[in-house]
């Protein structure tokens, strides 16, 4: 059974959109597998902004200047969330019950997709994973396939 949370709204560009930043990049981040979505970037225009939880640009900060240096930070946090363990969730439930994807903006080639993380996960320790946050995500198409070019990460919502 698929779970709510993996059911695609979309369709055509956004379709393609939601699965790149829900699914496939979900399922790679468990699996801490960055090839699994290595080609969703477009590593030659790539870069990543935190924005430190501001709605004040004058805290954000280019911290991801190259696509190997996002890739780095990536599996890293990957390999921390795989040493979690959940109460009555796998760890992509964990994952994915926390993000949603509703508003994807396409002008011609050129999209900005917002993708919303919040709510609460316990984990079997006594921790909880929880935080309330968004990515924007700037995507291009090229060669008929849409690629991430950068994102503002760490957006208050």
Not at 102 to 113: M, R, T, Y
Not at 122 to 151: A, H, P, V
Request: with cysteine; proline share 4%; charged share 30%.
């Amino acid at each position: 059974m698929t779970s709510p949370a993996l059911v695609n709204p979309f369709d055509g560009d956004r379709q393609a959109m939601w699965e790149m930043l829900i699914v496939r990049d979900s399922e790679a981040f468990v699996a801490q597998d960055w090839s699994m979505i290595e080609n969703d970037f477009d590593a030659d225009n790539f870069e990543g902004v935190r924005c430190a939880n501001s709605s004040n640009p004058a805290e954000w900060r280019i911290v991801f200047p190259r696509l190997a240096d996002y890739r780095d930070a990536w599996l890293a946090a990957a390999k921390d969330f795989a040493t979690k363990q959940f109460v009555d969730r796998s760890p992509l439930e964990a994952l994915v019950s926390r993000c949603r994807l509703e508003q994807i903006d396409i002008a011609g080639e050129i999209a900005l997709a917002h993708k919303k993380f919040s709510g609460e996960v316990k984990c079997k320790d006594g921790t909880t994973i929880s935080g309330n946050r968004q990515t924007l995500y700037r995507l291009r198409k090229r060669e008929e396939r849409w690629r991430i070019t950068g994102f503002l990460g760490y957006l208050p919502l």
